[in-house]
């Protein structure tokens, strides 16, 4: 979709037209639930879309703040980063066990004398750690690359958006979006390899 019709169908949502507001979903939805799954929390398919519908929500209550300083793109998916981190604490709060009845894992069952074995589908401990760790690295890095870069990549690995696709978006042709993106990915890597080495250098603190 090229940015002149993109800024006709926000018109349209903004002055609450139903079937504009279908569009824009079925536009953006697929490229959000992407969006999320890849940033590397460990939802299930359940939880990226309870993700994405709070993101829809957020946006249908806040399209008026949205003035067109960025592509919608970049605005949609920072919309649901916040949601997902907010979503993976609200998770991992209630994994300490707020709100829950603790089990003891040495009480016998009353029908059988057998102490509790209760089932899960959750990652481990080590798997949590890694991979809200992966998420936080990959939106650190992205922030860091500024506006720009940020934006292409995020088009181009989280949108799934084609060369052709970003060069609509983005008003540029499509040889200028390989290039960009090169040297975007270049920058990224380094600024990766600049946030790891430092996260290995600094000393555990017990």
């Not at 709060?93 to 829950?100: L, T």
């Not at 603790?102 to 991979?131: C, V």
């Not at 720009?148 to 983005?170: K, Q, W």
Request: with cysteine; glycine share 6%.
């Amino acid at each position: 979709m090229s940015f002149d019709t993109e800024a006709k169908l926000l018109a349209r949502c903004r002055q609450g037209e139903p079937n504009a507001w279908n569009e824009l979903f079925d536009l953006h939805y697929s490229a959000a639930a992407r969006f999320v799954f890849q940033l590397g929390t460990g939802f299930s398919r359940e939880d990226v879309e309870e993700i994405c519908q709070e993101t829809f929500l957020a946006v249908i209550r806040n399209i008026a703040s949205f003035q067109g300083a960025s592509q919608f793109h970049t605005w949609l998916f920072r919309i649901a980063a916040n949601k997902a981190r907010d979503y993976h604490e609200r998770q991992h709060a209630a994994k300490r066990g707020g709100g829950q009845v603790p089990i003891s894992l040495q009480a016998e069952d009353p029908e059988n004398g057998l102490t509790l074995d209760p089932p899960s589908s959750a990652p481990g401990p080590d798997a949590q750690l890694m991979n809200t760790e992966r998420m936080t690295a990959v939106r650190h890095a992205l922030d860091r690359l500024g506006e720009p870069c940020r934006e292409i990549i995020e088009l181009r690995y989280f949108a799934d958006l084609s060369y052709e696709e970003i060069a609509a978006t983005l008003q540029l042709n499509p040889k200028t979006v390989s290039s960009r993106l090169s040297k975007c990915l270049d920058r990224l890597e380094g600024v990766t390899r600049s946030i790891l080495a430092r996260e290995k250098s600094t000393p555990f603190s017990v």
